[in-house]
């Protein structure tokens, strides 16, 4: 009777080992940049059906907010002044739900590729801040002073913290949404040094040599003031020649009022976008991966 109960336990442990070895790893993606992807769409004027999105999951802190700086107005001596709160300390894996006033790409991109890719369940690690300038604030050592440092390290602490946290999970792709805060004089000159650091320095840091990489190329629109930082902002990111990296092209996507950030229906236009392309590349990367193990 001992014996028997010995192979029952055995037989259904073994079962499970089964179930948990075949359910497949979670596909996860960065969402990086500054304001655009940080997003400023209205979430109210969103269909309720987007607010959510089934099998899909956030990393996010316990007021549902992604590890982002959030702008907040403080009252101060009689005027406003502008501040950040970093939302890190207190992030965890949480069902994706949109319970912020604003929106970025990543709202149809979520739901994109979870068409694409229905058996699997999707995560997402977004870490974006507003106004953020490669060579000012992701890799400068003074950084971003209410992060007490560059951003760059902070993004990938954040990034390694939440892939220790999902065990049964594959880094499958990264978007990446800046450029405009760079355009000055001081800083255009060494944006492609950095923009390649950044690829690069993913890539080694999470162990992901091939990792796919998909990012904006910047509207076209611009202003006197900018507009050589501006061109060569977009040369830089039309000429990447990094392998498995790709830009998208929203010079057609309407921008909103201020000539910076987009409405409701250009954030989920970009964000299909983004899925579209990196869908493409994680193909391509199959099929070859699929030939050299025949």
Sequence with gaps: MKKLLIISITTVFCFNCLLSASEKPMMVFLVAGQSNMEGKGKSKDLPKEMLQCDGVWNYTDTDNYPAVFKLRMNEKKGRKTRFWDYHQQKTSWKPYLIETEKFGPEVNFVQEIK????????????FAVGGSSLNRHWFNEKGFIQAGGPLYPLFIKNAKKAMSEQENSVLTGMIWFQGESDRKESDYPHYEKHFKNLINGVRKELNTPSLPFIYARINAKTDKETETGHQEIRRIQEKCSLANTAWIDIDDVTL???KVHYREKGYLKIGKRFSQKLVEMIKKQDSINANTTK
Excluded: E, V
């Design 115 to 126: 068409k694409k890719y229905p058996d699997r369940k999707i995560g997402i690690i977004k």
């Design 256 to 258: 909103g009022s201020d």
